[in-house]
């Protein structure tokens, strides 16, 4: 990733082959979103990988920029949620607020 990339980019995750199963081969991300990768979801025999976004904010408020690039290779699967659904909450002095899922 280039480095002007990072600084508009809250989240990348790639998801690869790797022995067969797939895998999160990269994750990167920063305020205002955070990424978790839980190790044990479902079934052994279930060949899939879960991400959960969370916000610091409980939502999206006021002057969030956030911008997540999800690359998932072939063969692969993954799910890619929430805990809950994503509040928005009320803009302040005109904050515009944004969420980009690629």
Same mark, same amino acid.
């Given at each position: 990733? =280039?480095?002007?990339? *990072?600084?508009? !980019? &809250?989240?990348?995750?790639?998801?690869?082959?790797?022995?067969?199963?797939? *895998?999160? *081969?990269?994750?990167?991300? #920063?305020?205002?979103?955070?990424?978790?990768?839980? #190790?044990?979801?479902?079934? &052994? $025999?279930?060949? =899939?990988?879960?991400?959960? =976004?969370?916000?610091?904010?409980?939502?999206?408020?006021?002057?969030? $920029?956030?911008?997540?690039?999800?690359?998932?290779?072939?063969?692969?699967?993954?799910?890619?949620?929430? $805990? =809950? &659904? !994503?509040?928005?909450?009320?803009?302040?002095? &005109? #904050?515009?607020?944004? $969420?980009?899922?690629?």
């Amino acid at each position: 990733m =280039a480095e002007t990339e *990072t600084e508009t !980019t &809250s989240g990348v995750v790639t998801v690869e082959k790797v022995r067969g199963r797939s *895998t999160i *081969t990269r994750c990167f991300f #920063k305020y205002p979103l955070k990424l978790i990768l839980p #190790k044990k979801v479902g079934s &052994s $025999q279930v060949d =899939a990988v879960w991400i959960y =976004a969370l916000s610091y904010g409980g939502g999206i408020v006021s002057g969030d $920029q956030i911008s997540c690039k999800i690359s998932v290779g072939d063969g692969c699967t993954a799910s890619f949620t929430t $805990q =809950a &659904s !994503t509040k928005v909450y009320k803009s302040v002095d &005109s #904050k515009c607020s944004e $969420q980009v899922l690629e």
